[in-house]
């Protein structure tokens, strides 16, 4: 069963303004980790913002922050103030933190930004 | 830099050849973790090593082996291979610890391309 689910295959935004990228997950482990990672074309992975199933408040880094609603299994990435170089393919992934689920993370099938200017 | 490196950058071989990938986590990490990203599969978890033991297995192949050295750096050596099994090849590491939270660190991967 397809554990991280990324609906939307490719986006557009406009420079400048803010977007939100969908994840929705399946798990029954009640502890567990929720990644974003923005892959550029040069193709390396770069870590973007983490949320804990049992955090009260929705995580932020700087222009990233998640939309974390935990009854409907969703992890929305949102990026305010859109710029060139978030044009990119964005990976939600999930680790599930019981003692023998392992610590891999499991990936969604990523969403293609591209920022217009 | 995420600290991890991998090498070699790109890898170019012919159908039923075998290959050898290395990885060096970064410093003071137990935990590598191999991932295989292809065009049909999209990014899968193939294996973890914690300290030298094997932890988890994923999607792994048997025609897939992979080890970790007493100085934590890791081989992932892919046999007999197909077409299919071009793919960029990542390595990841993260630092000790228990059930808490703990980012994983990319390497830049591995592409390899089987003619």
């Known amino acids: 069963a397809q554990k991280i689910t990324q609906t939307q295959p490719g986006m557009f935004v406009q420079e400048k303004e803010a977007v939100t990228l969908d994840c929705t997950y399946d798990t029954s482990d009640p502890s567990y980790g929720l990644f974003w990672y923005k892959q550029p074309s040069s193709g390396e992975m770069i870590f973007l913002i983490y949320?804990?199933?049992?955090?009260?408040q929705n995580a932020t880094e700087g222009r990233y922050s998640l939309n974390f609603q935990k009854a409907r299994k969703s992890a929305n990435l949102v990026i305010s103030a859109s710029q060139l170089g978030d044009s990119a393919m964005y990976f939600c992934?999930?680790?599930?933190?019981?003692?023998?689920?392992?610590?891999?993370?499991?990936f969604g099938g990523g969403t293609r930004l591209m920022v217009k200017p | 830099d995420s600290g991890v490196t991998q090498t070699p950058k790109h890898l170019i071989t012919a159908t039923g050849q075998r290959v050898t990938l290395r990885c060096s986590p970064r410093s003071g990490d137990l935990s590598v973790y191999w991932y295989q990203q292809s065009l049909d599969q999209g990014l899968q978890f193939l294996i973890q090593y914690y300290n030298g033991e094997e932890r988890a297995k994923g999607n792994i192949l048997e025609r897939f082996s992979a080890q970790q050295f007493p100085d934590l750096h890791s081989e992932l050596n892919l046999s007999s291979l197909e077409l299919g099994d071009s793919a960029l090849y990542f390595c990841?590491?993260?630092?000790?610890?228990?059930?808490?939270?703990?980012?994983?660190?990319f390497g830049p991967g591995t592409r390899l391309t089987v003619l």
């Open positions: 992934a999930m680790r599930e933190l019981s003692r023998d689920a392992g610590n891999m993370l499991t």
């Open positions: 949320q804990g199933s049992y955090d009260q």
């Open positions: 990841a590491s993260s630092p000790p610890g228990g059930m808490s939270y703990n980012e994983q660190f």
